[in-house]
T-cell receptor, first 114, second 118 residues
Framework: EAGVVQSPRYKIIEKKQPVAFWCNPI?????LYWYLQNLGQGPELLIR????????DSQLPKDRFSAERLKGVDSTLKIQPAELGDSAVYLC????????????FGPGTRLTVL | AQKVTQAQTEISVVEKEDVTLDCVYE???????LFWYKQPPSGELVFLIR??????QNEISGRYSWNFQKSTSSFNFTITASQVVDSAVYFC???????????????FGKGTHLIIQP
């Protein structure tokens, strides 16, 4: 079974530029999560989807961050415009109630904003 | 609000020693899940264990064991006879459990960097 796929793995941009991250969850997983992990810290939840519905986006900075999960499968997280403080690793995870809600994480996208 | 505290920022032991990683949590929820994840240098988070709030039985899996004590809000993780490959950052995490068994997003601690020296 393929794991959670994320791309790109690394991204370097200049501040004020837009950037997008893509996530393909494990097949059949209806719940998808985006987390942000700063250096030396634990991941912090940004948004959670149940199928195509964003059921918890309370921690998503909506002035510059947006996310979508069309058709309840793949998801895209966007930042526009990026700021220096957005440099971090962006992690995607997925889970399924049928499999005990264990969250499986992707390898992450490491964003560097110059 | 939920909170997970891992007071040990870094632990260094010599191979074959036993080591315990501490985790203390805070939550107002009566039903919740507790987790441990491993993050090796490659960066990918690896699931180790999930425990629900109404099951306080300790669990052992090979060299790994977990001690859940609701009375002290702790969920500690012990590695017996540590090996160099155990070197990683270990995260404790907490999530609310919904009726029907569904889980919320995870609240992570800051992690403990475990270094196993040969």
């Amino acid at each position: 079974e393929a794991g959670v796929v994320q791309s790109p793995r690394y991204k370097i941009i200049e501040k004020k530029q837009p950037v997008a991250f893509w996530c393909n969850p494990i097949s059949g997983h209806n719940t998808l999560y985006w987390y942000l992990q700063n250096l030396g810290q634990g991941p912090e939840l940004l948004i959670r989807y149940e199928n195509e519905e964003a059921v918890d986006d309370s921690q998503l900075p909506k002035d510059r961050f947006s996310a979508e999960r069309l058709k309840g499968v793949d998801s895209t997280l966007k930042i526009q415009p990026a700021e220096l403080g957005d440099s971090a690793v962006y992690l995607c995870a997925s889970s399924s109630r049928d499999r005990g809600d264990e969250q499986f994480f992707g390898p992450g996208t490491r964003l560097t904003v110059l | 609000a939920q909170k997970v505290t891992q007071a040990q920022t870094e632990i260094s032991v010599v191979e074959k020693e036993d080591v315990t990683l501490d985790c203390v949590y805070e939550t107002r929820d009566t039903t919740y899940y507790l987790f441990w994840y491993k993050q090796p240098p490659s960066g990918e988070l690896v699931f180790l264990i999930r425990r629900n709030s109404f099951d306080e039985q300790n669990e052992i899996s090979g060299r790994y064991s977990w001690n859940f004590q609701k009375s002290t809000s702790s969920f500690n993780f012990t590695i017996t006879a540590s090996q160099v490959v155990d070197s990683a950052v270990y995260f404790c995490a907490l999530s609310e459990m919904y009726s029907g068994g569904g889980a919320d997003g995870l609240t992570f601690g800051k992690g403990t960097h475990l270094i196993i020296q040969p």
